[in-house]
């Protein structure tokens, strides 16, 4: 049996590709990748089949505009302005990504809770992982959720 293999971001080196600008639009714009709101998936011409897998990158902006537009969290967080990766813990028990989520709210106030990305536990590594398919289903309930101050989301499917 393997045994789950925690990596920081610090160590690892993918601090800055994965840091708070990833979530907004600044990183995107920089390096040219283009980031679709949920539900604004750009279908491929009529005729042609498209097989586009989603880098992390992309998967992080798209999990952000997925927890904005969720409504499962209490609205008095605000607005969810970045997500920052601090350590990846690859397969079982409890594969996950852990980090920082910054909520805006109104006025100056803003607040940074942890957070636990719950990944399938039969993900061995980082290069197996199909960041599309870890998008979480924004119809399912529960998906997203916050207790005692760690906000954690479900991506392995129930």
Known sequence: M??????????HGSRVALGRAVAGRTLARQSGVE???PGHER??????????T????EFWGALRFRIILSGQLPTALGYCDWLEVKRYCI????????????????GPASKTY????????????????DWKSLLPDPERPGWVKIEEGLITINAAAD
């Open 91 to 106: 397969g079982p028990p409890d594969a996950r990504i852990e980090g920082l989520v910054g909520f805006v709210g109104r």
């Open 54 to 57: 989603m880098s992390e990158t």
């Open 2 to 11: 393997k045994r789950r293999k925690c990596i920081d971001t610090q160590r």
């Open 35 to 37: 980031l679709i709101s």
């Open 114 to 129: 942890k957070f636990i990305l719950v990944l399938p536990q039969q993900v061995e590594s980082l290069d197996a992982l």
């Open 43 to 52: 279908s491929p011409s009529p005729g042609r089949t498209e097989t586009r």
